[in-house]
Protein backbone atom coordinates (compact mmCIF):
# COMPACT_ATOMS: atom_id res chain seq x y z
CA UNK A 1 0.00 0.00 0.00
CA UNK A 2 1.18 3.32 -1.01
CA UNK A 3 1.95 5.59 2.22
CA UNK A 4 0.97 8.81 2.35
CA UNK A 5 2.10 11.76 4.22
CA UNK A 6 0.63 15.51 4.72
CA UNK A 7 1.96 18.83 5.61
CA UNK A 8 1.70 22.39 5.47
CA UNK A 9 -1.29 22.88 7.93
CA UNK A 10 -1.43 25.57 10.74
CA UNK A 11 -2.69 28.42 11.88
CA UNK A 12 -4.01 31.12 9.41
CA UNK A 13 -5.91 34.36 9.50
CA UNK A 14 -8.90 34.85 7.93
CA UNK A 15 -8.30 35.38 4.59
CA UNK A 16 -4.87 34.01 3.95
CA UNK A 17 -3.52 31.19 2.41
CA UNK A 18 -1.72 27.86 3.33
CA UNK A 19 -0.35 25.16 0.78
CA UNK A 20 -0.78 21.67 2.18
CA UNK A 21 1.39 18.78 0.02
CA UNK A 22 1.21 15.28 0.31
CA UNK A 23 4.66 13.30 -0.22
CA UNK A 24 4.04 9.27 -1.41
CA UNK A 25 6.02 6.93 -0.99
CA UNK A 26 5.73 4.66 -4.15
CA UNK A 27 7.19 5.33 -7.68
CA UNK A 28 3.77 4.41 -9.02
CA UNK A 29 2.29 7.52 -7.56
CA UNK A 30 1.33 8.60 -11.09
CA UNK A 31 -0.86 5.72 -11.28
CA UNK A 32 -3.10 6.70 -8.88
CA UNK A 33 -6.00 9.40 -8.20
CA UNK A 34 -5.52 11.46 -5.82
CA UNK A 35 -7.89 13.49 -3.45
CA UNK A 36 -8.12 15.96 -0.35
CA UNK A 37 -11.16 15.79 2.32
CA UNK A 38 -10.86 16.92 5.53
CA UNK A 39 -13.20 16.78 8.43
CA UNK A 40 -14.28 19.35 11.18
CA UNK A 41 -15.35 18.48 14.65
CA UNK A 42 -18.49 16.86 14.87
CA UNK A 43 -18.96 17.03 11.42
CA UNK A 44 -18.62 13.90 8.87
CA UNK A 45 -15.49 13.95 6.12
CA UNK A 46 -16.25 16.36 3.43
CA UNK A 47 -14.48 16.28 -0.21
CA UNK A 48 -12.97 19.23 -0.89
CA UNK A 49 -10.47 18.46 -4.71
CA UNK A 50 -9.54 15.52 -6.50
CA UNK A 51 -6.86 15.81 -9.38
CA UNK A 52 -7.03 12.41 -11.80
CA UNK A 53 -4.00 10.77 -13.51
CA UNK A 54 -4.08 12.99 -15.73
CA UNK A 55 -2.70 16.33 -13.96
CA UNK A 56 -5.91 17.73 -16.58
CA UNK A 57 -8.75 16.62 -14.98
CA UNK A 58 -9.34 18.14 -11.64
CA UNK A 59 -12.56 18.43 -9.23
CA UNK A 60 -13.62 20.60 -6.63
CA UNK A 61 -16.03 20.93 -4.09
CA UNK A 62 -18.67 23.45 -4.06
CA UNK A 63 -17.50 25.45 -0.79
CA UNK A 64 -13.96 25.77 -2.25
CA UNK A 65 -14.66 26.42 -5.87
CA UNK A 66 -12.79 29.51 -6.78
CA UNK A 67 -10.36 29.75 -3.75
CA UNK A 68 -8.53 26.40 -3.56
CA UNK A 69 -6.52 24.48 -6.48
CA UNK A 70 -5.32 20.97 -6.48
CA UNK A 71 -2.40 19.81 -8.63
CA UNK A 72 0.67 16.89 -8.31
CA UNK A 73 4.08 16.87 -9.27
CA UNK A 74 4.40 13.36 -10.35
CA UNK A 75 8.31 13.58 -10.62
CA UNK A 76 7.88 14.15 -6.95
CA UNK A 77 5.69 12.01 -5.79
CA UNK A 78 3.80 14.82 -4.29
CA UNK A 79 0.18 16.03 -4.14
CA UNK A 80 -0.53 19.70 -3.05
CA UNK A 81 -4.01 21.61 -2.41
CA UNK A 82 -3.34 25.65 -2.54
CA UNK A 83 -5.86 27.45 -0.49
CA UNK A 84 -6.27 30.82 -0.50
CA UNK A 85 -8.77 33.30 1.00
CA UNK A 86 -9.51 31.22 3.86
CA UNK A 87 -12.74 31.84 6.36
CA UNK A 88 -12.83 30.21 9.34
CA UNK A 89 -15.36 27.40 7.83
CA UNK A 90 -12.31 26.22 6.27
CA UNK A 91 -11.12 24.98 9.59
CA UNK A 92 -10.86 21.10 9.92
CA UNK A 93 -8.31 17.76 9.49
CA UNK A 94 -7.51 17.85 5.53
CA UNK A 95 -6.45 14.32 4.40
CA UNK A 96 -4.73 13.49 1.10
CA UNK A 97 -6.00 10.06 -0.18
CA UNK A 98 -5.36 8.21 -2.75
CA UNK A 99 -7.45 5.52 -5.52
CA UNK A 100 -5.92 2.83 -7.39
CA UNK A 101 -8.89 1.30 -9.09
CA UNK A 102 -10.47 2.87 -12.15
CA UNK A 103 -14.49 3.59 -10.55
CA UNK A 104 -12.67 6.61 -9.01
CA UNK A 105 -13.04 8.26 -11.96
CA UNK A 106 -16.87 7.94 -11.96
CA UNK A 107 -17.07 8.71 -7.93
CA UNK A 108 -14.51 11.67 -7.88
CA UNK A 109 -15.84 13.08 -4.84
CA UNK A 110 -16.36 9.82 -3.25
CA UNK A 111 -14.82 8.80 0.03
CA UNK A 112 -15.21 5.10 -0.55
CA UNK A 113 -13.19 5.37 -4.17
CA UNK A 114 -10.18 5.95 -1.76
CA UNK A 115 -7.76 3.16 -0.63
CA UNK A 116 -5.12 4.97 1.35
CA UNK A 117 -5.22 7.76 3.30
CA UNK A 118 -2.74 9.92 4.98
CA UNK A 119 -3.04 10.58 8.84
CA UNK A 120 -4.13 14.42 8.13
CA UNK A 121 -3.09 17.82 8.98
CA UNK A 122 -5.11 20.75 11.09
CA UNK A 123 -5.94 24.20 9.34
CA UNK A 124 -7.19 26.58 11.87
CA UNK A 125 -8.85 29.84 10.30
CA UNK A 126 -9.04 32.51 12.97
CA UNK A 127 -11.29 35.52 12.89
Known amino acids: QVQLVESGGGLVQVGGSLRLSCVAS????????MGWFRQAPGKEREFVAS????????YAGDSVKGRFTISRDNAKNTLYLQMNSLEPEDTAVYYC????????????????????WGQGTQVTVSS
Open 51 to 58: IMRSSSTT
Open 97 to 116: AAARGLSVTAYPRDPRKYDN
Open 26 to 33: ERTFSFYA
